[in-house]
């Protein structure tokens, strides 16, 4: 499975920005990881393949919503009210079956698509 990401860009604190990732294949489970410069890279959300169990780190809650079109094998991350600290290159996950591991763990996911820059101005 191959993961495109698009839908990255320049924005002001405060706007809003709409991800989106096509995968080639069906998946169990997608999300994002984002990576900021000089830092860890760290989970941001995913969802099941029903669409039905979302999960947001806390630094995004209520202003993130992850959600899947099963029937184009697209995910997207609706990003309102951005902050600067928001700002890193954001990449789209999926796993391919359910693991005995974390899901907001790397480990999880079975693929990676290449990067999408979010850059978000004060």
């Known amino acids: 499975v191959q993961l495109q990401a698009s839908g990255g860009g320049l924005v002001q604190a405060g706007d809003s920005l709409r991800l989106s990732c096509a995968a080639s294949?069906?998946?169990?489970?997608m999300g994002w990881f984002r990576q900021a410069p000089g830092k860890e890279r760290e989970f941001v959300a995913r969802?099941?393949?029903?669409?039905?169990?979302?999960y947001y780190i806390d630094s995004v809650k209520g202003r993130f919503t992850i959600s899947r079109d099963n029937a184009k094998n697209t995910v997207y991350l609706q990003m309102n009210s951005l902050k600067p600290e928001d700002t890193a290159v954001y990449y789209c996950?999926?796993?391919?079956?359910?693991?005995?591991?974390?899901?907001?763990?790397?480990?999880?996911?079975?693929?990676w698509g290449q990067g999408t820059q979010v850059t978000v101005s004060s």
């Open positions: 996950v999926a796993a391919k079956e359910y693991k005995l591991v974390e899901f907001t763990s790397a480990e999880f996911y079975d693929y």
């Open positions: 294949g069906r998946t169990f489970s």
């Open positions: 969802i099941r393949w029903n669409g039905g169990n979302t």
